[in-house]
């Protein structure tokens, strides 16, 4: 058999794995273009049967709401004619016996059923008093959007349709529309028309000399106003600030001199009392730059407490001591200005002068001034503040009725305009007829309660789909191998483990792991670096993935296929290899990188091809210890010893001997099992590309039935045992290799199964 160590086979090893490789991104590009109910799959995470129920119960009450309210529609239809010709008033004319553009003249009677005129008129029927949309304050607005008036081409017809919930009103609506357009625009329309015309007219000459009036009356009234301004309150503001702060200075006068014993007014019952020590507040008023020194001062403090940290709190720097020599002289300034500033403080008797305003302490004398003077400032505020209280109501009550005007006569002149926009009343007198009553409908016009309802069940199911789908973009946790495919350009997946933890072990399942190991080992073969002896670091991103049950596998796999074999244990903390072989008590890594012993001292034999370095019994030397020279020279020093060494190390989170041992290692594969983020996972392999580690890619631990799918035949399984089978009855003995191999994998497999099951019952 061709060993791996054989350097004449290297170049036939590395044609393998360039094939291997390529084999590998065809299979990647073939599963990259998933169908789209594999693809909705995968972002429904599992959940599809609770996705289907919950859209069959939102289907049913969409649906069922859909039909329910679904809008149902009435109508009612009349029919008006406009003639061609008309009757003359006086004397037949021109205009009388042929109109004009007949056309437009339909199409303008069509619009004017629809006129605000015409339907307020219809909904003051008595027919209409009993209907709901009469109490509506928007009843106009809603008769409109239902209402239709439309001249028939090649007619001269006009037909005017009404819809509501209900037969009875569309009939009554359209009928009581059809009444008022007769009385507005029907014989006696024109007269009708010119007399209320003529009263616009009169209405609107009289509104104009009214505004004129409350004009003139405004204008005059803020000519002949002190402050000869449109708007008062601006002014009235300022003046109300002003009173506030005139009471406060006198509550504050009033303050002081009870404070002092003193009377209102005078001065007696006065008792001196001890000048008040000074407020900082004060000390900076009579010298303005030591609030600028204290500001400066702070600021060096922070930038000396910014050298520290940078230096790492080398006091003795030069940087640190000319800073501390600059706050000292600061300090030493603002101790000797605030003495100053305390000395003119007491000079003065608690009264500074500062920019020719006073602060402190007055004299007795001086507080019964001021307060004299602040009261007869503040009752000469308030009287304006009244005066201009008066004006501004004057003047807001005369803008108001020039206001008023300008509404009626805005609202007076569009009512002109309206009936302006009217024709000639002599050309439609006798033209106009109702020859078409509305009738009540015994089938609705507009039923879409079907349509809602198939609507609202497709919208039901949709949503519940929907809803899980942005859950599953949202879940970053790994549920299918499709997921780590998907992150080509971050690692590639290279195979997974199927879960052992459900059920019995049959032994189709058994085979069924066995394939997915070898499958993962030649992977490994196919993408690692072609050198005769390499080292394989084998970790997760979190701790219960199943690393130590992934690297014993692999080891079994490489040790079964010729390969001379070590495992090491360098999760110094969990140990899970050398539990799994029962070496506590055995001396191991610790006693060899501590060089206690040699590596030959220390290595187990499992089975053929198959070595075994455990932890170590040496509880000095932990995680901490690890150095990444020492252990380079032990990777270095197996390299002559062994084809493939595995590294069993803790997991990324917490395991302090990882990196080490990482830079130590030609390559890295992860493991991560199913249900646990990716987001830890990209932070591994980020972490291993700082090193200069190459992450072969990682294997997805517990898989379901569906993934191993991708990786397994069964059919060639079920046939290759059949095979194994028939042999052994013709020769009478069985190779027992597999089956050994199948063993140990499903002991190294299912032991962190056990381990968790373990950990969760403790808990």
């Not at 013709?730 to 597999?738: A, D, K, T």
Request: charged share 25%; proline share 3%; glycine share 6%.
């Amino acid at each position: 058999m061709i060993t791996p160590t054989d350097n004449s086979n290297l170049q036939f090893r590395d044609t393998e794995s360039e094939q291997a490789r390529l084999a590998s991104m065809n299979m990647q590009a073939h599963t990259s273009t998933q169908s789209p109910i594999a693809m909705l799959d995968d972002l429904l995470r599992g959940r599809w049967k609770i996705a289907i129920a919950l859209g069959i119960v939102l289907a049913t009450i969409c649906a069922v709401a859909g039909f329910r309210f679904a809008p149902v529609r009435f109508s009612s239809t009349g029919r008006i004619h406009v003639a061609p010709t008309g009757s003359a008033i006086l004397h037949a004319t021109e205009e009388t016996e042929n109109v004009y553009a007949y056309n437009t003249v339909v199409g303008t009677q069509a619009q004017l059923v629809r006129s605000p005129r015409v339907i307020e008129l219809a909904l003051q029927s008595p027919t209409l008093s009993g209907l709901d949309i009469v109490s509506n304050p928007n009843a106009s607005e809603l008769v409109s959007k239902r209402l239709t008036a439309k001249a028939v081409k090649g007619t001269e017809l006009i037909v005017v349709t009404y819809e509501s919930t209900t037969p009875t009103e569309a009939q009554l609506v359209v009928n009581a529309v059809l009444d008022s357009y007769y009385k507005l625009h029907g014989e006696s329309g024109g007269d009708k028309r010119a007399a209320r015309l003529q009263k616009l007219f009169d209405r609107r000459t009289e509104l104009q000399g009214k505004r004129n009036i409350n004009r003139k009356e405004t204008r005059d009234f803020i000519t002949n106003s002190e402050y000869a301004a449109s708007d008062l309150r601006q002014i009235l503001e300022i003046k109300l600030a002003g009173i506030e702060e005139l009471r406060q200075t006198l509550a504050s006068i009033d303050l002081e001199m009870a404070m002092l014993g003193m009377n209102d007014n005078t001065t007696e019952g006065y008792v001196d009392i001890p000048i008040p020590e000074p407020l900082v507040e004060e000390l900076e008023l009579i010298d303005p730059d030591l609030a600028k020194l204290r500001r400066q001062f702070l600021d060096l403090e922070v930038e000396l407490q910014q050298l520290k940290e940078k230096y790492n709190g080398n006091e003795t720097h030069h940087a640190i001591i000319s800073k501390v020599r600059i706050l000292a002289t600061l300090e030493e300034t603002i101790a000797n200005r605030i003495v100053a500033a305390r000395e003119r403080w007491y000079a003065a008797k608690g009264s500074v002068s500062i920019d020719g305003a006073s602060t402190g302490r007055m004299s007795p004398e001086q507080l019964v001034e001021r307060r004299t003077q602040i009261g007869e400032m503040l009752a000469k505020a308030k009287n304006e503040v009244r005066q201009l209280s008066e004006d501004q109501s004057r003047l807001t009550e005369l803008q108001q009725k020039e206001n008023d005007t300008n509404e009626d006569l805005d609202e007076v002149t569009d009512m002109i305009d309206i009936l302006k926009l009217e024709s000639d009343p002599s050309m439609f007198s006798g033209r106009i007829e109702i020859v078409e009553s509305g009738s009540k409908s015994l089938s609705p016009s507009k039923d879409k309660r079907i349509q809602l309802a198939i609507a609202g069940c497709v919208g039901g199911f949709g949503f519940s789909l929907g809803l899980f789908v942005i859950m599953g973009i949202l879940d970053k946790r790994a549920y299918s191998v499709s997921q780590l495919r998907h992150d080509d350009s971050k690692y590639r997946c290279l195979g997974v483990l199927p879960d052992l933890a459900e059920g019995n072990l049959d032994p189709a399942r058994a085979e069924v792991a066995v394939h997915c190991v070898h499958q993962i080992r030649n992977k490994i073969e196919a993408h690692r670096i072609p050198i005769p002896s390499f080292v394989l670091l084998v970790t997760s991103p979190q701790q219960g993935d199943g690393k130590t049950s992934l690297a014993m596998a692999l080891a079994s796999s490489y040790a079964y296929a010729g390969y001379r074999t070590l495992i090491v244990d360098c999760d110094l903390v969990g140990m899970g290899v050398t539990k799994q072989h029962n070496l506590s008590q055995h001396r191991g890594l610790r006693e060899v990188l501590s060089r206690k012993i040699e590596v030959g001292q220390a290595t187990r034999v499992i089975s053929s091809n198959f070595d075994v370095l455990c932890a170590g019994l040496d509880s000095r030397f932990g995680p901490e210890s690890v150095r990444r020279d020492g252990f380079s020279d032990l990777c270095n020093e197996l390299r002559r010893m062994y084809d493939v060494i595995l590294l069993d190390t803790g997991p990324f989170i917490g395991s302090v001997e990882l990196l080490p041992i990482a830079a130590s290692a030609d390559c890295v594969v992860l493991t991560v099992r199913r249900g646990r983020s990716r987001h830890r996972l990209e932070e591994c392999v980020a972490d291993l590309d700082k090193l200069n580690v190459q992450t072969l890619g990682v294997v997805l631990n517990r898989a379901v039935r569906s993934d191993c799918d991708h990786y397994v035949s069964y059919s060639v399984i079920s046939e290759r045992r059949l095979i194994m089978a028939n042999g052994e009855s013709q020769n009478g003995e069985l190779n027992n290799q597999p089956e050994v191999l199948e063993n140990v994998l499903m002991h190294a497999m299912n032991l962190s199964h056990e381990d968790v099951h373990e950990t969760n019952k403790k808990k």
